[in-house]
């Protein structure tokens, strides 16, 4: 994996601030110098588009993150702002960050520390695309809200509410079209989105000064519990309680439900698979489930759904099949032992589909609705069934492109393959 150089300029984050600099001025906070002692930008100077190929063409004596200021710059405020509006209008944040009416998050934000580099990543993230920074409030709120029903520590608290709004910020060091494409990566592209916790955790502890709890948080928070996460592929003892926390907060912040919709969609995530997720912040999920009242969100009627099931099995079969054929080209220990190890999870997998009762659904285009309390109750299940298979189906592919990317071309070829079926939209 291409690892993070301080002293060059990144030609991503450098395309980013200059997006920043179009709406508000963004200039030196010190002399900006060559490693070489070539003075690029005088302190006080505006950052302007001339000066991107300087930047970038030289080694720096420090980094740009360090040197560069945005006038404003995203504050405490404008953080605590949107949090307020996601607290208002997401129902699931409501037994997360609502104490008796009060917004109780909003403290810990307002103590998050902004410094320059802080300010200039957070201003970067909010120019960086619609949701970026809503996302990452989004990750923080629901962070704190499960650490405080686990009783976590003070400073626990404290590191999710920095580690929460800047886990991603090694996204910002990344090509846009790989974040904009992430239904259909290849095997570069996924490696190169999955360094963003190590650049993430180097701007932080090397640049920003942030320390190492929350650079450590930032680090792991794609880790999973059972091993089956990255970049390093640790296993639950191996990562910080504040890590634990962001990285369930972080899934669930990509499987719950938005304004408009019920808390059904992440019930049935939980319900598919929770052995990737710490078991002590799993059981905080389930007790903010509990607390919800749920009226099914209805987006298919019930022949549509019991299509819908009919192929899901008919993808599930196409995926068993795929990984059969791959057995007979694969020669290497190791790319076996990859397929071996894909093949158990996807085992798993389909077990998980099972237990929610849709997997035994047979011959014929009939589905019994009288396990449910109503048809629209059965119908909101195929759909967030649905939805999280194919979710954990991607999870998967990622997986395997990460791990495949040390094998040799043909081997390569066969996971990519493998890839395509996982990642299928239908
Ligand atoms: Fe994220
Ligand atoms: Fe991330």
């Not at 190929?53 to 360090?66: G, I, K, S, T, V």
């Not at 059965?378 to 991607?394: M, S």
Request: net charge negative.
């Amino acid at each position: 994996m291409s690892s993070y150089d301080a002293t060059r300029g990144n030609p991503h984050f450098l395309d980013r601030v200059m997006s920043l600099a179009e709406h508000e001025a963004v200039v030196a906070s010190e002399d900006i110098y060559s490693e070489s002692g070539i003075k690029l930008l005088a302190k006080g100077k505006p950052l302007s588009p001339v000066l991107r190929e300087r930047l970038l063409l030289q080694r720096l004596r420090r980094p740009l993150e360090a040197c560069l200021a945005p006038a404003q710059g995203v504050a405490a405020t404008d953080i605590g702002q949107i949090a307020h509006e996601l607290i208002e209008s997401w129902p699931i944040l409501a037994p997360l960050c609502l104490d008796e009416g009060r917004p109780w998050p909003l403290s810990w934000l307002a103590q998050v520390p902004v410094n320059q580099v802080t300010a200039l990543l957070l201003s970067v993230s909010a120019r960086a695309g619609a949701g970026v920074l809503r996302h990452a409030v989004l990750v923080t709120l629901v962070a704190l809200g499960l650490a405080r029903r686990m009783q976590a520590s003070p400073e626990v608290m404290r590191t999710l509410a920095i580690a929460g709004l800047l886990h991603d910020v090694g996204e910002l060091y990344v090509a846009p079209e790989v974040l904009s494409s992430r239904a259909d990566l290849s095997l570069d592209d996924w490696r190169a989105l999955a360094v963003h916790p190590l650049t993430g955790a180097k701007v932080i502890e090397g640049i920003a000064g942030l320390g190492a709890p929350v650079a450590l948080a930032v680090l792991q928070h794609h880790e999973r519990h059972d091993g089956t996460g990255y970049p390093r592929r640790l296993a639950g003892a191996a990562m910080s309680p504040a890590a634990k926390i962001l990285a369930t907060a972080e899934a669930m912040a990509g499987l719950i439900p938005g304004p408009e919709e019920s808390s059904l969609r992440a019930s049935v995530a939980f319900k598919v698979i929770t052995s990737d997720h710490a078991p002590a912040v799993v059981a905080a999920v389930r007790s903010v489930l509990n607390e919800m009242s749920d009226a099914p969100d209805v987006e298919m009627t019930p022949l549509e759904a019991v299509v819908e099931i009919h192929r899901l099995i008919a993808y599930i079969g196409d995926v068993f099949m795929v990984i059969e054929l791959a057995g007979e080209r694969l020669a290497t220990p190791g790319a076996q032992a990859l397929l071996g190890d894909i093949e158990a999870r996807f085992t798993e997998l389909h077990r998980a589909f099972s237990r929610t009762g849709l997997g035994g659904v047979t011959a014929g285009y009939e589905v019994s609705w009288l396990d449910y309390e109503s048809p629209d109750e059965g119908v909101a299940e195929v759909a967030a069934v649905a939805r999280e298979i194919r979710w954990r189906l991607r999870e998967l592919a990622r997986d395997i492109a990460l791990r495949a990317s040390s094998l040799a071309d043909d081997e390569r070829t066969v996971f990519s393959t493998l890839i395509g079926t996982l990642t299928r939209r239908r």
